[in-house]
């Protein structure tokens, strides 16, 4: 398994040829949640595959549990990369996502977040959910970071199989806190703004 996971890392770079940008912001160890935008079922990947090891460690992407259970390769590769596997079919209030992810850091792993849930067509973001909110609301000593991925969509574009490989970038902004007593649609405008601006820094 530790090998299947060094080959992913080196994959997933070799087909995105990332480029990354740590802006105000430093590789760490504590917990975090990284939130970025969504544009590829290839992000969680590249995204994970492109932090630092001591990083990647203790850090698990949060992924779509319909996609990644099928078949024999999607769930050998989401266990390697160690991915926290969310059902979006079956949700439900004592067994919320949330709570599920909150259990699963536990006081050691930071998580990959993707807050607009389904992916979006790469030129503009989608609306953020509140999943973000509450996961801020739950842990406020998390550090919130936004990240912004452009490009990836283009490697494994909607309905493709095959990834082509081109390059991408990835800009690691910021934290930001949930304020106290701050709406959720205001947080949720200011998130988005986040991972937004990242694009022109």
């Known amino acids: 398994m530790k090998l299947t996971g060094h080959a992913i890392v080196l994959l997933a770079k070799l087909f995105s040829g990332c480029t990354v940008r740590w802006v105000d912001c430093q590789p760490d160890t504590c917990q975090r949640i990284y939130f970025a935008n969504h544009t590829s079922h290839l992000d969680a990947v590249v995204l994970w595959s492109a932090l630092p090891k001591p990083l990647r460690a203790v850090t ?47 006081d050691v792993y930071s998580l990959i977040v993707f807050p607009e849930g389904s992916r979006a067509s790469g030129e503009e973001m989608g609306e953020f959910k509140s999943g973000l909110y509450y996961l801020g609301k739950k842990r406020p000593d998390l550090e919130l970071v936004p990240v912004c991925i452009d490009n990836v969509n283009r490697i494994l574009p909607r309905g493709e199989v095959l990834p082509v490989p081109l390059l991408s970038c990835i800009t690691i902004g910021p934290p930001i806190f949930l304020e106290a007593g701050e709406p959720k649609v205001e947080f949720l405008r200011r998130a988005r703004e986040a991972v937004r601006s990242l694009r022109d820094r």
């Open 60 to 106: 698990r992407p949060v992924a779509a549990k319909d996609y990644w259970s099928k078949g024999f390769l999607r769930p050998h590769i989401a266990e390697s990369f160690n991915a926290l596997l969310i059902d979006r079919k079956e949700i439900k209030v004592h067994k919320s996502p949330v709570d599920m992810m909150i259990r699963q850091m536990g």
